[in-house]
């Protein structure tokens, strides 16, 4: 019985750590010209000298707006931080020539996406790299829809001003 115990202990005692990343959408239903606010979060972390990942989504639909990047790897980057847009959706890579310790959870990436189509999208992290194991949080599933602003609703609202005005018009 000793001889297990000591086992189990050993085992659990060094026992690989893995990061887990995990994926976040400020909203599921948005309108074309809308923006999304994405967030890629981080955490259970050892220091880490490397980080990337892809984040898959319909490019049709979503537009990157670079202005809005942060997170807490673009603050302690001396090297590289770097978000291109592909084909598939996002690429994002950050390294350091020094390994740095980032606080649980971190968020590695925020950033908006402006909806420029109508439609349905999901939004899936795939190839996540760093510097120690990297796992994809199961859970962190996201998917938003596009709706576009409908031109009847338009031409109501301008009717009501347009109205709105001959009356007041008639009123002075």
């Known amino acids: 019985m000793k001889k297990l115990i000591a086992a189990l202990a050993f085992f659990v005692g060094f026992s690989a750590n893995a990061g887990l990343i995990s994926i976040t959408i400020s909203d599921t239903e948005v309108a074309v010209g809308d923006a999304l606010e994405v967030t890629v979060t981080g955490s259970g972390f050892d220091p880490i000298d490397f980080f990337a990942f892809e984040l898959e989504y319909d490019t ?15 603050d302690t980057s001396d090297f590289i931080y770097e978000v291109n847009e592909e084909f598939y959706g996002l690429a994002a890579t950050w390294s350091n020539f020094d390994v740095v310790a980032v606080d649980s959870p971190f968020v590695a990436a925020k950033f908006n996406l402006i909806a420029k189509a109508a439609g349905s999208t999901e939004f899936n992290l795939v190839n996540v790299f760093a510097s120690e194991d990297a796992e994809v949080d199961p859970q ?21 001003a347009l109205f709105g005005l001959i009356s007041l018009r008639r009123k002075a």
Do not use: H, I, K, Q
């Not at 049709?60 to 673009?74: I, Q, R, T, Y």
């Not at 596009?146 to 609703?153: D, E, I």
């Open 60 to 74: 049709s639909l979503f537009m990157f707006d670079s202005l809005s990047l942060s997170g807490v790897l673009l």
């Open 140 to 160: 962190s599933y996201a998917a938003a829809n596009v709706s576009a602003v409908s031109a009847p609703a338009t031409l109501g609202l301008f009717g009501f």
